[in-house]
Every structure is written in structure tokens, then in C-alpha cells.
């Protein structure tokens, strides 16, 4: 395991888990699968594994199997998969989440936020920051007994201590200035993020992961307003697209926008999408930013293009 205060990644990736068919995991997804995690693993210190619902292999299941290809190539040694935990898990299921976590030997936990939930409900969390709570309270004998204090569900659920849990817990942050919605309005969001970066942090989160980006210079004055001294943030990179922007709510630059528009092709847009990531890279890289996390669509060759600028990438 990697000592916390040595824990500094310089490359990772962002993938979602196999598909499943009719229930079924088709041997095709999983070569496929496998195949885009022995690629990656060269290049990379870490995979963070999303937590999909719907036509997805189960997260734990799929940490299974990318830690089984691990063991089977040359790159165990050097890239640890991240399991993500989502607020959309009751908290008996995330607390077996821990556990299953715990007897696979997986060290690295990124609890977000997940698909909204409607009504608040008993027995689950109500944002991010009460699961990140929870992960750490339920593996820390110190902060254990005050854990109904700051959840209101564990007035209600009783949930064990995990005697030997040593987790490292990252959390995620999004640094752009604005929300913007699909009717063009905007909403400014720095204040909240720094105040939940700054509650994270103190709650112990051993690193962060930033939200997709599209502006580098977002993130660059992000960090001045922040104290993130010795607290390794990997930067997201996603190539920027119309429906991203839509669904995410990342503002789109009129540079942006106007490039895209260039283009008359869905294959051209996505081409200029991936030159526009690959520039983001570079700048960060060029500012110092030691760590990016690319949000590469579950490709190898997207990720190529991003990283390196490597232009052959199909549709």
C-alpha cells in the first residue's frame, strides 16, 4: 500500500464498467474490457471506476476483475484501481461496499454524489459530504462514536466499526466559476465549492478529483484561492462537446463553441473536441499542475489523443 504522504499520481483515468446483456457479462465485453485496462495500465498510476446502475457491471464486481487483469500483466505494481461510492447506496449497502472493498484488498475510495435520489429518505445519505463522513468515521475509532451526530440516518441504521479499513478517501471538486444551464443562464459557484473543498479536506480527504474541465485557467485560479498544500488534486480533462455541456452544466468558452461550429460533421466536431483536450492538457502540464485525470469516454485511443495528440481516432 502506498504510504498517504507519498501518495502523489501524476496520470490517471476515468472508466465506466463492462456492459451486461440480457444480465449476462458477454465474454466479448469482457476481452474488450480487458484488453483497454492492460493498455491504459502502461501509462497510467490509476483507474477510477464509476458506479453505474443501469446495464453496467456491478463497481465491485468490475474492481474484481481489473484487479485480476492487474495481477496477470506487468503493471500491478503501479496502478491501483479506485472504487467509486455513490450517495444513491443505502447505508447498509455502502457499508458492504466497505467491506467487499476491504476483503478484495482495494485501498482507494472516491465517494460522489450520484444519480439524484427525489425526497430525502431514511437510511440514506443526503450529499457527498455525509458519505465521505461516513467511509471515514466507520474505519476511525476516534471518530466513530459521533458519527449519529453528523448523519441523521445513524439515529436509525445501526452500522458496525470496520476494525481494519485503512482506506485513502479522495473526494470531488469542480473548480469552474459557473453553472450553466441549457437556456444559457449561469449560475456562480466558486464560494460553495472552496467552502466544501475546505470542509473535505478537513474531514480528512486524502486527495481530489476535480470535475471535467474545459477551461485549464478554471483550475488554475481555483488553486490560488485555495490551501491545498501537500493535498494531491488531479485535474479533469474531458474532451468539450454541446451534450456535455448540457448535461454537466461545465460552461463552453465562445471559442469553444465557435470551433465546434466550424465543423459540420459529428466525427470532425469530436476530432476538434479531442485537439481542444489535448491543448488543455499541455497547458496544465505546462502551468505545473503534477497531476491530471483524464476523462477519457472509456477509449484507449481517446485517451492517446488527449495525453499525446496522437491523431488517429475514429468517431
Avoid at 250 to 268: A, D, F, G, M, W
Avoid at 304 to 315: F, L, S
Wanted: aromatic fraction near 8%; include cysteine.
Amino acid at each position: 500500500m502506498i504510504e498517504r504522504e507519498k501518495f502523489q499520481p501524476s496520470l490517471s483515468v476515468e472508466i465506466e464498467p463492462p456492459h451486461i446483456h440480457s444480465n449476462e457479462l458477454e465474454h466479448s465485453e469482457i476481452s474488450k474490457f480487458s484488453y483497454l485496462i492492460r493498455q491504459m495500465a502502461s501509462s497510467i498510476d490509476f483507474i477510477s471506476v464509476t458506479n453505474r446502475a443501469t446495464f453496467r457491471l456491478s463497481s465491485i464486481s468490475t474492481m474484481k476483475l481489473i484487479s485480476t487483469v492487474l495481477r496477470n500483466s506487468n503493471h500491478a505494481a503501479i496502478t491501483y484501481p479506485v472504487q467509486h461510492l455513490t450517495t444513491r447506496l443505502s447505508l447498509h449497502d455502502t457499508f458492504n461496499e466497505l467491506l467487499d472493498a476491504r476483503r478484495l484488498g482495494i485501498e482507494y475510495l472516491l465517494p460522489v454524489l450520484g444519480d439524484p435520489r427525489g425526497p430525502k429518505v431514511s437510511g440514506f445519505f443526503n450529499n457527498s459530504l455525509e458519505l465521505l463522513t461516513f467511509i471515514k468515521g466507520v474505519t476511525n475509532p476516534d471518530l466513530y462514536s459521533s458519527l449519529s451526530n453528523q448523519i441523521p440516518s445513524m439515529k436509525t441504521v445501526d452500522v458496525p466499526y470496520i476494525d481494519d479499513g485503512n482506506f485513502i478517501v479522495g473526494s470531488v471538486i469542480d473548480p469552474n466559476e459557473f453553472k450553466e444551464s441549457a437556456n444559457g443562464s449561469k449560475r456562480r459557484i466558486r464560494k460553495q465549492q472552496i467552502e466544501l473543498f475546505n470542509k473535505r479536506r478537513d474531514l480528512g480527504a486524502d486527495f481530489f478529483i476535480t470535475q471535467g474541465l474545459f477551461d485549464p485557467l478554471q483550475f488554475l485560479n481555483f488553486k490560488d484561492e485555495i490551501d491545498c498544500k501537500d493535498i494531491p488534486i488531479g485535474v479533469g480533462v474531458i474532451p468539450p462537446s454541446f451534450t456535455i455541456a448540457n448535461v454537466t452544466g461545465i460552461p463552453l468558452s465562445q471559442e469553444i463553441k465557435t470551433r465546434l461550429k466550424q465543423k459540420t460533421s459529428k466525427k470532425q466536431q469530436f476530432q476538434v473536441a479531442l485537439q481542444i483536450a489535448h491543448e488543455n492538457y499541455c497547458t496544465l502540464r505546462e502551468n505545473g499542475v503534477p497531476w491530471i485525470h483524464v476523462y477519457g469516454l472509456g477509449r484507449y485511443d481517446v485517451f492517446k489523443m488527449i495525453t499525446e495528440g496522437t491523431p488517429t481516432v475514429k468517431e
